[in-house]
């Protein structure tokens, strides 16, 4: 039987296209479960080890500094009994995790107790002597225990709450006799860690004590992985700090990959699972779409053996090759030598007028925002509709101050190079520092900043701003300066105007007001609001001045301001 050339090109392409997409599907599905296996087991791993981080935390730095210096100001005669009581009535308003202070001193018949109202009051409800609750017996206690652990730990099964105790003797004691301060922790917060952790959404976390009971869980329910809780009781019983993963067969057949890790400050258990079923997921969706992309790729690979076979593969790779100049960022690039007047002819002229077009929209998105390009990628219909959304977001004018000084004896050509030299620099520092240029209005900048420290790196760009005007003054001999504003605050975001011009830019009483410091900034000057001060680190609150409240267009009561200058400090 006789074969020709497209029948010979047909066969050829199959076997070469199915042959190396079997076998390499083969090694990728082999290669992601083991990764899939080792990423689940790292998940697990990092999920437990941060959350006993958390615990271990919670104890020895957020309560244990504290009550150290309580301790410490309790210890000796430096201070009158009046203000001792004094001392431990602040430590309990300063500390909303403790619940009730106690102070033991050798030789008294009755300790020394502080403890925190809305607490008492809760206890009232279910308790006829609260302080009974809150007393700490030192007898009950264990005779040796760590001084950054948890002594004791007891859940209040009436109001659902779990108690730490914390024993911390008192260094010189009190008038010569022996003292410890007691302190009963409040361990709400703990619970919140487990429930909000991220891993919660896909997995199940969970703390146990040393006898099996779930202290604190992500999930409600019944827990009935007893394999997984005498893991945990052994670790809890030899005190292994090492962390555990492994998986554990249930007792319906199923596999759950497991991480425990014990906790230094309490005597519990931390406890990450996630169903192995669920861990390999990808590995059957990815066979599925392997099968799928087999059928394309054979589909593609015979089309284009066909078209080849009849002489008309030239013109398809030089299509292909201005492709690929395309995805390089080539935009010069054209399909040439095409002569033939049917549809790959039509096709070459098609793809050269798209590559113009390309490199029209590519030098039109120069002109707008970041913003604005998310919203069009973003958005599900064919254009951005008008409105917008509520965000909170830091926005930072920026205003050269000098300009008209400046472009009034110079020739227009050189005012432009010049504002331009300063609009690359600044706009490139906004972008370092995580922002967004909304626009130029002449000679000024707005930027916009999100994020969890937008406050921080609005004001750390606007300080780089100031020490690049002073550098840029020297270079181009321009004596401009710059003024800044900034604030925060919820802001609408969206697409304003008409159906035939839009702009898509943030709106709001904020943004506003953020203008209005920016005008009364002094060159080389950064007015902050009161929003933006509270955000920031200690180390940049230190660095600003408090100057007197100002009246701004708008608003009926002064405005709270503060104020950068440059030099100010390296942003931290």
Not at 184 to 211: H, M, Q
Not at 269 to 276: C, D, G, L, P, V
Not at 374 to 396: N, Y
Not at 455 to 479: G, L, P, Q
Request: net charge negative; proline share 4%; charged share 25%.
């Amino acid at each position: 039987m006789r074969l020709n050339l497209r029948t010979k090109m047909l066969i050829f392409t199959a076997v070469i296209a199915a042959l190396p997409l079997i076998v390499a599907g083969q090694s990728v599905i082999r290669v992601a479960r083991d990764e899939l296996k080792s990423a689940a087991n790292e998940q697990l791993a990092v999920t437990v080890n941060k959350v006993t981080d958390e615990f271990n935390d919670f104890l020895e730095f957020t309560l244990f500094t504290p009550l150290d210096l309580i301790r410490n100001a309790l210890s000796g005669d430096k201070l009158g009994f009046d203000e001792k009581i004094v001392v431990l009535k602040q430590g309990i308003a300063d500390l909303p995790d403790v619940v009730s202070l106690q102070v033991n001193v050798e030789g008294l018949p009755r300790p020394i107790v502080v403890v925190q109202e809305s607490f008492f009051k809760k206890l009232q409800q279910h308790f006829s002597s609260p302080l009974d609750v809150l007393r700490v017996d030192a007898d009950t206690l264990p005779e040796e225990t760590a001084s950054r652990a948890a002594t004791q730990v007891a859940y209040l099964a009436e109001t659902g709450d779990w108690l730490a105790t914390l024993a911390l003797p008192i260094p010189d004691g009190i008038q010569n006799r022996a003292a410890t301060l007691y302190a009963r922790i409040d361990l709400a917060r703990l619970k919140n860690v487990v429930i909000n952790d991220p891993f919660a959404k896909t997995g199940s976390i969970r703390v146990v004590d040393r006898e099996g009971r779930i202290v604190f869980a992500s999930t409600q329910g019944d827990y009935d992985h007893a394999t997984v809780l005498a893991k945990a009781q052994d670790m809890l019983s030899v005190k292994n700090a090492t962390i555990a993963v492994e998986p554990f067969e249930l007792d319906d057949g199923t596999i759950s990959l497991g991480a425990i890790a014990v906790a230094r400050a309490f005597p519990w258990a931390i406890m990450a699972e996630k169903a192995e079923a669920d861990a390999y997921r990808p590995v059957t969706d990815m066979i599925r779409s392997l099968a799928q992309w087999l059928a394309i790729g054979l589909a593609a690979a015979l089309a284009g053996a066909t078209l080849f076979a009849l002489g008309i593969s030239r013109p398809i790779l030089r299509i292909g090759e201005a492709a690929s100049e395309i995805a390089k960022g080539n935009l010069d690039i054209r399909v040439r030598n095409v002569r033939s007047h049917d549809e790959i002819g039509d096709l070459a002229n098609r793809f050269n007028d798209m590559i113009v077009q390309l490199n029209e929209r590519f030098e039109l998105q120069k002109f707008v925002s970041l913003g604005t390009m998310k919203a069009i990628q973003g958005s599900d219909e064919r254009t951005v509709s008008l409105g917008g959304e509520r965000r909170t977001v830091a926005i930072l004018f920026a205003d050269i101050r000098g300009y008209t000084a400046f472009s009034e004896n110079r020739e227009p050509e050189e005012v432009v190079t010049v504002l331009n030299q300063y609009f690359q620099r600044l706009s490139d520092i906004v972008t370092a520092h995580g922002g967004d240029i909304d626009k130029f209005v002449g000679d000024q900048i707005m930027a916009v900043f999100a994020g969890a420290k937008m406050s921080k790196h609005a004001v750390e760009c606007a300080i780089d701003m100031m020490k690049a005007m002073d550098a840029m003054a020297d270079d181009t001999a321009a004596d401009l300066k710059i003024g800044i504003g900034i604030n925060s605050g919820e802001v609408v975001v969206g697409a304003m105007g008409s159906s035939h011009r839009k702009d898509f830019t943030v709106l709001g009483d904020h943004v506003n007001l953020a203008a209005r410091l920016c005008s009364a900034a002094d060159p080389a000057q950064t007015l902050v609001s009161r929003n933006v001060q509270d955000a920031l680190p200690d180390k940049l609150k230190k660095a600003a001045r408090v100057l007197p409240p100002i009246s701004v267009k708008g608003k009926k009561a002064p405005i709270e301001i503060f104020a950068f200058s440059a030099p100010v400090l390296q942003p931290v």
